[in-house]
């Protein structure tokens, strides 16, 4: 592969280590800033699970997100994801609540509008759906866990000294599980674009057939690990002390219910299965993990009889949805003009 | 390599059950402070000097241990990072516990220093007062054992510690008020000593209240 191969990927690593250093700590957020899980431990989990996750069943978002607009000239793959890595760390620094599927979605709007690409409206509705009932699925996932989870610890009496042994085993299955649904589900952001215009190709190791694509989410897993490596610990100790207050337990049922969300619109075999059962199934897009956390957070407080419930949360939601996309489309638009016209490059073919 | 503190368990006892049967030892002890308080005051009350003294010494080895126990307790608790999320409220828990095991080691020492003269008129009063700082004190190891295992279970017990600590007060300020109204103690200093045993004993169940009121906070706290 040629330098410029390599420097037109760096906009896919920068948003690898942020879905490292942000994502990932929410998924470890409570567990390590409680102190429960040392650092190291949710670190290692979060960095192997999400490249496995992305390795093993990161293809079916990514195909989802491809069919919004299939970003062709690596060039152009660059720009929508720095427009859309730089949405991120904006809004990031201005303290407001950013969605990384949201952006990279507004970026490929934005290189459609650009190139005359017509946006497909089966697929936008379908991702664009998903911002609205990912967040409710997790509430309704979050707020039937919080019951069960209740009913059998109000019956099993186990003491605080063995519970606090069983929450901290719980604690780790319920990370590998959000790690892999992460990487299953978000490493589309992150590489998703790069897929139609790979530069690598097949590889065959000892036999095995690694895919181009493969590849491609093995560098983004990688990424990933650099950012959980290097600045996931910060954002860790604010989510688990400042941010949502949950109690270990509270917090195990938000990480399943978030991982599962993230799952149910990233496994094909899933889909396979509900297909063959006559069932409807879920889209294969990516989903914000965040907001489907916040969504289980509000489906929590609901189970607690909603005294707790924060409506800043929810209309912080509404606000992404607007904010985030638009930003990044324009942004997007605005840099795809002067790739092709000041820096000479093909941004789509 | 990890160091074990003495009297830790056998190779076959894990650090958890080690620490589970640390607790329960600890709290058995303090029900056992509170029973050989009443033996203690029973016996007094009967003149039998020579017994009262016995078990004042069983309630030292108790106090004793039970202070050991706990200073173990809060070395595993920090040593092993366990329970982080609620580790300061247990250690509150246990001192404050303490303390209630405390006052009633002061109380047989005092008898067993001044010796204080009961009148006969007293004494059922006396005796009823300590029955009901007893009670208070072991209902409230019982909502301490349901809070580490049915934390649901912890306000039905704390209610009887509450009661009782209620009847102890009565029981004090009758017991106060014969005092100084009867004519049998002519010196004004006995009736200052009657009242002041009074004041100690029923400070046990006070203590137990406190107890009471930090275990409500931790129980709601403990709650998902």
Partial sequence: ?349 | MKQRSEGSGGLFTSRTKQLQLEMDRYFSLIDQGALLLEEAIKRYLEDRMEDFEKKSAEIDTVEHEADTLRRQIKHRLYAEMLIPDSRGDVLGLLETLDNVLDVSKHVTTHFSIEKPEILPFLRDDFRELTESVVKAVLELTLAVRAFFREVYRVTEHLDKVHFWEHEADEIEERLKRKAFATEEITLFSKRVHMRYFAERISLIADEAEEVAERLAVYAIKRNL
Avoid at chain 1, 272 to 281: K, N, Q
């Fill in chain 1, 1 to 349: 592969m040629e330098v410029a191969g390599v420097l037109f990927l760096s906009s896919g690593l920068y948003m690898g280590w942020s879905l490292g250093a942000n994502d990932a700590a929410n998924i470890f957020g409570t567990a390590v800033g409680t102190r429960m899980i040392p650092f190291r431990t949710a670190a290692v989990i979060c960095a192997v699970f999400i490249t496995v996750g992305a390795v093993i069943s990161g293809a079916g978002a990514a195909k989802g997100l491809g069919a919004l607009g299939a970003v062709n000239a690596l060039a152009g793959s660059f720009v929508v994801s720095a427009s859309a890595a730089t949405t991120v760390l904006w809004m990031t620094r201005a303290g407001l609540p950013v969605s990384t599927t949201q952006a990279v979605v507004g970026a490929i709007i934005g290189w459609n509008l650009f190139t005359g690409n017509p946006t497909d409206r089966t697929a936008l509705t379908r991702i664009v759906g998903t911002w609205i009932y990912g967040p409710i699925l997790g509430a309704g996932i979050a707020f039937i866990l919080f019951f069960v989870v209740k009913f059998i610890l109000e019956r099993m009496n186990i003491h605080l000294i063995r519970l606090d042994k069983y929450t901290r085993v719980a604690l780790i299955l319920a990370g590998v599980f959000g790690a892999y649904s992460l990487g299953a589900n978000n490493m589309a952001n992150v590489v998703g674009v790069f897929v139609p215009a790979s530069p690598f190709v097949d590889l065959n190791v000892f036999g095995v057939i690694i895919t181009g694509t493969q590849q491609l989410f093995l560098i983004g897993g990688l990424a990933t690990a650099v950012g959980v490596a290097t600045y996931s610990k910060k954002v860790m100790m604010t989510i688990g002390s400042n941010l949502y207050k949950l109690s270990p337990v509270t917090a195990i049922v938000v990480t399943v219910s978030t991982a599962t969300v993230l799952f149910l619109f990233a496994s094909e075999g899933l889909k396979l299965w509900m297909e063959s059962m006559g069932l409807p199934s879920f889209p294969l897009v990516p989903v914000s993990q965040s907001q489907a956390a916040v969504g289980s957070i509000i489906g929590i407080s609901l189970a607690k009889g909603g005294r707790n419930l924060n409506l800043k949360l929810l209309r912080n939601i509404v606000l992404g949805w607007a904010a985030t996309p638009t930003s990044a489309a324009l942004l997007s638009y605005v840099a795809l003009f002067f790739m092709q016209n000041v820096f000479m490059q093909t941004v789509y073919q």
